[in-house]
């Protein structure tokens, strides 16, 4: 199992009597793509803020790559490579200015700076914009400069804030890409949403976060499995008399907890199984119902997408 690179514990923070985070708990393991999903005002934001120095927390406490965020803010820092929601005025300037100016902040030498700069344009594919003015940039290369800019220090971090905002469907397509490209480099990603197409994509793990409180979290085979701990089979056959050769043929089938006809499908009888079996298993289901010389017409697991999971999570289902 990887080693967290990124924990909070019970972290709180107050703005007078409005709590934007309030106990959240957090485990990020090295190397993932981490998707910090909730819905506008969760708290996403100001917990990206503290986790990047940029606002002390009130209370709990919060490490970045081993160092806290309070008492070693510079070593979060050097390890981390920050977007956030806004891109920010830097109209006046080259899009390898922009780079430039960055990277000299960064202390990197003058000497290194425009290979680094070319490295970086090619990483995001604006190496044939490098001449442009930044504000004559669409929005969707806003961001993939942006996210260059994060890159210019070599950072073991990124922590973006809504990088896919605004985006229109092919440039988010670009955006996720990137990151999945970034993550193969070595990069641990911890990028806030409240798109969840974007997560589902390119997700190893979630937390979802509501009213500043983490809800769950966990690779995304482990949230699936919590809530639906047991598999769900969809069997479709031509009557009730089929439907009932279905039942009568797998009821004593080892792994099978359960067994009951859904709602009709086009005129055609249905019958769900629930099973605790592995793939192997669901085969020989299969097999079972063909031995049986039962006329299967649809034979189709159940999953549950990442939409289901966040609704169930967020209304406090416990399956």
């Known amino acids: 199992m990887a080693e967290n690179i990124i924990v909070t514990r019970d972290l709180f923070k107050r703005f007078g009597k409005f709590t934007a985070v309030n106990g959240l708990s957090l485990n990020v393991p090295a190397g993932s793509i981490f998707g910090f999903v909730g819905p506008n005002g969760a708290g996403k934001t100001t917990t990206m803020r503290m986790?990047?120095?940029?606002?002390?927390?009130?209370s709990g406490s919060a490490t970045v790559a081993g160092y806290s965020v309070v008492d070693a803010p510079r070593s979060v820092r050097r390890a981390i490579g920050y977007m956030p929601d806004e891109f920010g005025v830097y109209d006046d300037m080259r899009v390898w200015e922009y780079l430039d100016f960055f990277a000299a902040c960064y202390d990197i030498p003058e000497n290194a700076r425009k290979k680094l700069i070319e490295d970086l344009l090619e990483l995001v594919d604006l190496t044939h914009r490098r001449d442009d003015?930044?504000?004559k940039l669409s929005r969707g290369m806003k961001q993939r400069l942006s996210l260059a800019r994060t890159l210019a220090h070599d950072p073991a971090i990124l922590i973006l804030d809504e990088p896919a905002s605004g985006l229109d469907p092919r440039?988010?397509?670009?955006?996720?890409?990137?990151l999945v490209e970034l993550a193969k480099m070595g990069k641990t990603i911890f990028f806030s949403t409240h798109i969840l197409a974007d997560v589902a994509e390119?997700?190893?793990?979630?937390?979802?976060?509501e009213a500043g409180q983490i809800l769950d979290q966990g690779s995304m085979d482990e949230m699936r499995a919590r809530l639906q701990p047991h598999r769900e089979i969809t069997v479709?056959?031509?009557?009730?008399?089929?439907?009932?050769?279905?039942?009568?043929?797998?009821?004593?089938?080892?792994?099978v907890i359960g067994i009951k006809d859904i709602e009709p499908k086009a005129g055609r009888s249905q019958v769900r199984i629930d099973y605790t079996g592995d793939?192997?298993?669901v085969a020989h289901?299969?097999?079972t119902l063909a031995s049986a010389g039962i006329a299967v017409l649809g034979f189709a697991e159940e999953t549950r997408d990442l939409e289901a999971i966040f609704m169930r999570v967020t209304k406090g289902i416990v399956t």
Do not use: N, Q
């Not at 479709?236 to 792994?255: E, F, I, N, P, Q």
């Open 236 to 255: 479709t056959v031509k009557d009730a008399d089929a439907a009932a050769a279905v039942r009568s043929a797998l009821a004593t089938v080892t792994g």
């Open 133 to 135: 003015m930044v504000d």
């Open 202 to 209: 390119i997700c190893t793990h979630i937390g979802i976060v």
């Open 279 to 281: 793939d192997d298993g």
């Open 171 to 178: 440039a988010r397509v670009e955006i996720r890409e990137l």
């Open 285 to 287: 289901l299969s097999g």
């Open 51 to 58: 986790l990047t120095t940029l606002t002390r927390p009130t």
